[in-house]
C-alpha cells in the first residue's frame, strides 16, 4: 500500500517559517490534505487539496505539493501553533485513505 | 454550528463487541459520506472505515479484518461503528469525521470516544 514519509519533529522558534514535508512515491500527482492536532484534542483540517485553506485557518498555513514531496509551511509561526500535524492522501487504486506518521510540530 | 459527538465507548474485555455511535448536527447529514478513524494511545491516525451517503458504497482499512461494520441512519443523523472480536491493540480514541469532497479528506471531526480492551 502507498506510504507516507513524515520527519517525527521539526522545531523552529516564534516568528520564523516551519517547513513540515511528507514524501511519497509521485505524491504530486495526489491531492494531500493536512491535520493539525493538539494535546487532547480532535484533528482540524488546515490544508486540503494541497494548498486550500478551510474558511477559519490562518494565512499562515500554507501546502504546496511536487514530485515526490507535498509540504506544509507555516509562516511566522506562533506558539499556539505547536502541535502533531499528519499528512494525507485517498489512495484510489485500493480505496483506502491513508495518513502520514505525524510530525510534532515544537515552538521554541 | 456543525457538530460530531461520538458515543458508546468504553472498558471492553478481549473478544467482546462494542457498538460506537455518532450524532451529527447543523447540518444536513444526508448530503455527506462519512469516515471512522482512531488514534491509539501515543500513537498516529489510523483510517478505519468510510461511507457514502446512502450507504451503497463502504470501504474498509485492510487491518479490520471484517470484524468491523460502519453503517448510518440518515433518518437519525447517526453513523455507526460496530465492532466485534475485539483485541487489546483496538485500544484507541474512536473519532467520526465528515468528508468533504467524496473520500478525499475529512473536514469536521467529533472529540472522540475512548474504547479499552482489557481484560
Known amino acids: 500500500s502507498y506510504v507516507l514519509t513524515q520527519p517525527p519533529s521539526v522545531s523552529v522558534a516564534p516568528g520564523q517559517t516551519a517547513r513540515i514535508p511528507c514524501g511519497g512515491n509521485?505524491?504530486?500527482?495526489?491531492?494531500v490534505h493536512w491535520y493539525q492536532q493538539k494535546p487532547g484534542q480532535a484533528p482540524i483540517l488546515v490544508i486540503y487539496?494541497?494548498?486550500k485553506r478551510p474558511s477559519g485557518i490562518p494565512e499562515r498555513f500554507a501546502g504546496s505539493n511536487s514530485g515526490n514531496t507535498a509540504t506544509l509551511t507555516i509562516n511566522r509561526v506562533e506558539a499556539e501553533d505547536e502541535a502533531d500535524y499528519y499528512c494525507?492522501?485517498?489512495?484510489?487504486?485500493?480505496?483506502?485513505?491513508?495518513f502520514g506518521g505525524g510530525t510534532k510540530l515544537t515552538v521554541l | 454550528e456543525v457538530h460530531l459527538e461520538e458515543s458508546g465507548g468504553g472498558l471492553v474485555q478481549p473478544g467482546g463487541s462494542l457498538r460506537l455511535s455518532c450524532a451529527a448536527s447543523?447540518?444536513?447529514?444526508?448530503?455527506?459520506?462519512m469516515n471512522w478513524v482512531r488514534q491509539a494511545p501515543g500513537k498516529g491516525l489510523e483510517w478505519l472505515s468510510y461511507?457514502?451517503?446512502?450507504?451503497?458504497?463502504?470501504y474498509y482499512a485492510d487491518s479490520m479484518e471484517g470484524r468491523f461494520t460502519i453503517s448510518r441512519d440518515n433518518a437519525k443523523n447517526s453513523l455507526y461503528l460496530q465492532m466485534s472480536s475485539l483485541r487489546v491493540e483496538d485500544t484507541a480514541v474512536y473519532y467520526c469525521?465528515?468528508?468533504?469532497?467524496?473520500?478525499?479528506?475529512?473536514?469536521?471531526w467529533g472529540k472522540g470516544t475512548t474504547v479499552t480492551v482489557s481484560s
Open positions: 487539496d494541497d494548498s
Open positions: 461511507i457514502t451517503t446512502r450507504g451503497t458504497t463502504i
Open positions: 447543523g447540518f444536513t447529514f444526508s448530503d455527506y459520506e
Open positions: 494525507q492522501v485517498w489512495e484510489s487504486n485500493i480505496d483506502h485513505v491513508v
Open positions: 469525521a465528515r468528508a468533504g469532497y467524496g473520500p478525499l479528506y475529512m473536514d469536521v
Open positions: 509521485d505524491i504530486g500527482t495526489q491531492s
